[in-house]
């Protein structure tokens, strides 16, 4: 069993930044891949990157490639997301995730836990 809490979301102005944190527990975290992934209100879920266990390898959405970061810290149990030249399409109830298997996923199907959930509102 893995339990994740997101943190770090909040109000910021479009062309701001924010850092998203996930906290994990569990002993095989840094086996887990993780990914991050967000859903606005009336839309489905949407992928929005992933990062395998070593951290060697990443994937984003699209949308968010370029201004968006991945990273963790297994050190910590923790990984990150690093979101900069924040619009307001990007207005979202974001939320981690962990696998039990080491690589990327951009599928929500494939991901084991999950955390609650941290808001993130862009203004304009």
């Known amino acids: 069993q893995v339990h994740l809490v997101e943190s770090g979301g909040g109000l910021v102005q479009a062309g701001g930044s924010l850092r998203l944190s996930c906290a994990a527990s569990g002993r095989t975290f840094s086996t887990y891949g993780m990914g991050w992934f967000r859903q606005a209100p009336g839309k489905e879920r949407e992928f929005v990157a992933t990062?395998?266990?070593?951290?060697?390898?990443?994937y984003y959405s699209d949308s968010v490639k370029g201004r968006f970061t991945i990273s963790r810290d297994n050190a910590k149990n923790t990984v990150y997301l690093q979101m900069n030249s924040l619009k307001p399409e990007d207005t979202a109830v974001y939320s981690c995730?962990?696998?039990?298997?080491?690589?990327?996923?951009?599928?929500?199907?494939?991901?084991?836990?999950w955390g609650q959930g941290t808001q993130v509102t862009v203004s304009s």
């Open positions: 990062i395998n266990w070593t951290g060697g390898t990443t």
């Open positions: 995730a962990a696998r039990t298997a080491t690589v990327t996923s951009r599928r929500d199907r494939e991901y084991d836990y």
